[in-house]
């Protein structure tokens, strides 16, 4: 069975920082997908980013562009989401999940399961 342990989230004030961990077990993720998601108060959970585990091609949502990063350790099935400028519209649960496809890793609605995420609360 897989599972992720999101970690890493916490209050912070608008323009600072903060990066997330996820701990993936449970099968190898060789051609897959590893993307973060967020689901911000009374609101449906939306994509953030993706990476492809194999060869490291990335994609990010607009309102994160160029200040989100995405990246993985391979060896330590970790993916992590490095989050700079942060404004008070990116307070969320923030979630990480995985799909064979982009199709797939682009709409958070199709994913059966997540983990518990991470709070992440930007102050203004």
């Known amino acids: 069975q897989v599972q992720f342990v999101e970690s890493g989230g916490g209050l912070v004030q608008a323009g600072g920082s903060l990066r997330l961990s996820c701990a993936a077990s449970?099968?190898?993720?060789?051609?897959?997908?590893m993307g973060w998601f967020r689901q911000p108060p009374g609101k449906e959970r939306e994509f953030v980013a993706f990476i492809s585990w194999n060869g490291g091609a990335t994609n990010y949502a607009d309102s994160v562009k160029g200040r989100f990063t995405i990246s993985r350790d391979k060896a330590k099935d970790t993916v992590y989401l490095q989050m700079n400028s942060l404004k008070p519209e990116d307070t969320a649960v923030y979630y990480c999940?995985?799909?064979?496809?982009?199709?797939?890793?682009?709409?958070?609605?199709?994913?059966?399961?997540w983990g518990q995420g991470t709070q992440v609360t930007v102050s203004s």
């Open positions: 999940n995985y799909a064979g496809s982009i199709a797939t890793i682009l709409r958070p609605a199709r994913f059966a399961s």
């Open positions: 449970g099968r190898t993720f060789n051609n897959y997908f």
